[in-house]
Nanobody, 118 residues
Framework: QVQLVESGGVLVQAGGSLRLSCAAS????????IAWYRQARGKQRELVAD????????NYADSVRGRFTICRDNAKNTVYLQMTSLKPEDTSVYYC???????????WGQGTQVTVSS
């Protein structure tokens, strides 16, 4: 069982930067791949970025590639999403998900709101 808590979401101006954190407890995070998703009001949840359990592989949505960076600190049981050059269309609730490839278990956090003003 993994409990995930996202933090760092705030109101920021367009062009600004923000770092989201996803802190895990209850299990060793290094056993899980982690993904960040976002869901804007009235839209489907979409994958933003993901990172392998070792941190050696990352993947980004086209809409954020070059602006967002996902990284992890397994010693701190935390995964980060560094966001730069933020745009109003990045406004969403951001969720992190931990998933274990061998068991197909997955766990979600409660989300953190990011609002980018124009």
């Amino acid at each position: 069982q993994v409990q995930l808590v996202e933090s760092g979401g705030v109101l920021v101006q367009a062009g600004g930067s923000l770092r989201l954190s996803c802190a895990a407890s209850g299990s060793i995070l290094s056993r899980y791949a982690i993904a960040w998703y976002r869901q804007a009001r009235g839209k489907q949840r979409e994958l933003v970025a993901d990172i392998s359990s070792t941190g050696l592989r990352t993947n980004y949505a086209d809409s954020v590639r070059g602006r967002f960076t996902i990284c992890r600190d397994n010693a701190k049981n935390t995964v980060y999403l560094q966001m730069t050059s933020l745009k109003p269309e990045d406004t969403s609730v951001y969720y992190c998900k931990a998933y274990h490839a061998a068991t197909n278990n997955e766990y979600w956090g409660q989300g953190t709101q990011v609002t980018v003003s124009s």
